[in-house]
């Protein structure tokens, strides 16, 4: 694959494994990328960034600052440009300072800028590579998003033997090449994506709402964006930002207005995600003007019913691949197995309010996903951006089957 129109930050910290990162580099500018190289402080005791700066075409950028001519070095300017940024090797330091947002060197007040997607190839001893600290600081950053290539197990530079080796460059470059190509993989495929709670007004200044906060969908709608997917992120009330990508975010606050939105947008698209934690009734009647305490010793307030957004663009389905979340606090398949049928969900994300990971306002989720085909697979607690891979490589999976029968 070329990765020609590619930018790629590569970023380089002090460990042996330097050395490597030259031969990843050529393989790099082989494949037609351009690369700007960041080293930071320590890198440059290992290779000198001469060697990175005549096989980049670029100068290596080291400092915020170049010495004699006081140029600055934006690292925001970086992180926009960046179409990815690859760390490798990255070390127990470098991990650390990352997970934990310490930016004193370009590489990680880049890292802290990039808009795109980050990797990082850990090489570290055994024993660093094994301690909880390390562990920790991956998990947040795989928490965060970053894509981490596991090092590999073999004779390391300390002179023991075990897991801690960075990845091989072909290895490295492999995995660029299967991320780019990943971002193809939903192009032309249209999706709905709807998010957050809805709000149903009492009176001008009062509502019914729920403790959603959007995570969840805005997640899933980045995810279908990063592969290539045309997104409509159609969200309630939220204080979240749109992802980055193809994402057209339409903003309403009713029940009734996601539904008459979703309604108009539905027949052209191909995948359908229910993820908004849509209110079920609202007020029979909403009063034009505040309601005033002094008014009434007591107040009902009726409820009627609203629309079913899934129900109802389920019965009125073509070709589309639809899924919807279920909530629930117990006899939870059995819910979530209804829902199937009564909505016409091709897939049903289960969540049980009895997991602690998962549910409103939560960066983690437990999910197991159902199938109108009957099979169940249960995925770990992971964060919300983990679950939406999971989640939208499964879509993909089935839009991939649907579009070889036609
Ligand atoms: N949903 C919807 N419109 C509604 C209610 C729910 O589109 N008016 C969608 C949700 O986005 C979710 C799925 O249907 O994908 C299930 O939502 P849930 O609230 O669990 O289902 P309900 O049908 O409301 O059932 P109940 O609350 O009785 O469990």
């Known amino acids: 694959m070329t990765l020609k129109d590619k930018h790629i ?139 981490v290539i596991s090092p590999g197990e073999g004779s390391l530079a300390s002179g023991l033997e075990g897991k ?62 990063r592969r290539g997917a045309e997104v409509t992120l159609l969200t309630g009330p939220v204080t979240l930002e749109t992802p980055a990508g193809k994402i057209k975010r339409i903003n309403v606050s009713s029940a009734e207005d996601m539904y008459i939105a979703a309604r108009s947008i539905f027949p052209d698209m191909d995948i359908a995600v229910f993820a908004a934690a849509v209110a079920d009734y609202t007020p029979e009647i909403k009063a034009n003007h505040k309601i005033k305490r002094e008014h009434e010793e007591e107040i009902t307030i009726r409820l009627k019913r609203n629309p079913d957004i899934a129900a109802s663009l389920g019965a009125s389905k073509k070709n589309q691949i639809t899924a919807g979340f279920a909530l629930e606090t117990d006899n939870e398949l059995e819910n979530a197995q209804k829902k199937l049928k009564t909505k016409n969900f091709d897939f049903v994300i289960l969540n049980s309010l009895r997991d602690p990971e998962a549910g409103f306002m939560k960066d983690t989720n437990k999910v197991t996903i159902v199938s109108k085909s009957g099979e169940i697979e249960a995925f770990e607690a992971k964060s919300k951006r983990e679950v939406a891979r999971d989640i939208v490589d499964i879509l993909e999976k089935a839009i991939k089957e649907k579009s070889e029968t036609l």
């Open 164 to 225: 801690g080796r960075m990845a091989e460059p072909q290895e490295i470059l492999d995995e660029i090449e299967r991320y780019f190509s990943s971002k193809e993989n939903l192009k032309g495929i249209k999706v709905i994506v709807t998010a957050g709670p809805t709000y149903e007004n009492i009176d001008p200044v009062r509502f019914i709402g729920n403790y959603s906060s959007g995570k969840m969908g805005f997640e899933l709608a980045g995810e279908f964006a």
């Open 9 to 147: 930050v590569l970023g380089i910290t002090g460990g042996i494994a330097a050395y490597k990162s030259v031969m990843l580099l050529r393989l790099l500018m082989k494949a037609d990328a351009e690369v700007q190289v960041i080293m930071t402080p320590a890198a440059k005791e290992f290779v000198t960034p001469v060697t990175f700066s005549s096989l980049s075409g670029k100068p290596v950028i080291s400092e915020f600052f170049t010495a004699n001519s006081g140029e600055w070095h934006s690292h925001v300017d970086l992180g926009l440009w960046a179409d990815l940024m690859v760390v490798a090797p990255a070390t127990a330091s470098t991990i650390g300072k990352m997970a934990n947002g310490i930016a004193d060197n370009m590489l990680v007040t880049t890292y802290l800028s990039a808009k795109e997607d980050v990797m990082i190839a850990p090489a570290m001893d055994l024993d660093m590579w094994r301690h909880p600290s390390t562990q920790r600081n991956l998990t947040q950053l795989q928490k965060d998003g970053v894509l």
